[in-house]
């Protein structure tokens, strides 16, 4: 009886492994299809939400809070990397813009920061000194280079208040919108290592016309 048992339950798991490896031959399942781990997450960042945690500030499904400190590492560490977008926009089906733009330090030592902005219990320095950013925009519109243009914080300057005139740096413009008109890209204009700073929307349209609003 002891044998049938054994014989029976070896057939149940011969039949378990085989209809196994042929759900993963129909579904065709790979390893990577599975979920990396997040590596934008440094180990420093890693010890911020520890340390928010242990003090209670922060719960298991929130979103990091950037030390000063780790913001100014992000941004030394930015100044040698130059970004760029490449891309190529179909427009209505037949028409094509092609938009490539550049973004990219000045190294020009002009952006003082005040303490009160980077003032942290694990920095004491006085001031910040750090430099503007400038970016490159060219557009095609099928074969006919309709913008070739830099954008630095002055391209802005009526909408900047005299804070950000004085202390602001351009970040890193961003596709909004496509139509068959043309395109909006997104600038900002922000103190670095704040959430000081204000939003603006380029719009170009096919012939190269810009224009500017918040």
Known sequence: MKKHSYIIVLITLTQLLINCSK????????????????????????????????????????EAIPSVA????????SYERISKIDT???????NKMYLHIKYYCLFDNKLIIPQRYISTNNDSSTTFLTHNFMSTIVLCY???TIVN???????????????????????????YKITKDGITLNYSVSIPLTDIGVLMNVNIDKFGKFK???
């Open 70 to 77: 780790l913001e100014k590492e992000k941004l030394i560490n």
């Open 23 to 62: 759900d993963k031959s129909s579904k065709n399942i790979k390893l990577y299809d599975m979920p990396a781990l997040d590596s934008s997450i440094n180990l420093s960042e890693k010890a911020q939400i520890d340390s928010q945690m242990i003090k209670g500030v922060r719960n298991e499904n929130s």
């Open 149 to 175: 243009q830099n954008i630095d914080k002055n391209t802005f300057k009526k909408y900047l208040s005299s804070l950000l005139q004085q202390y602001g740096s351009l970040r890193m413009p961003y596709l």
């Open 142 to 144: 099928n074969q006919d």
């Open 88 to 94: 190529i926009l179909n427009v209505d089906g037949k």
């Open 212 to 214: 500017i609003s918040e």
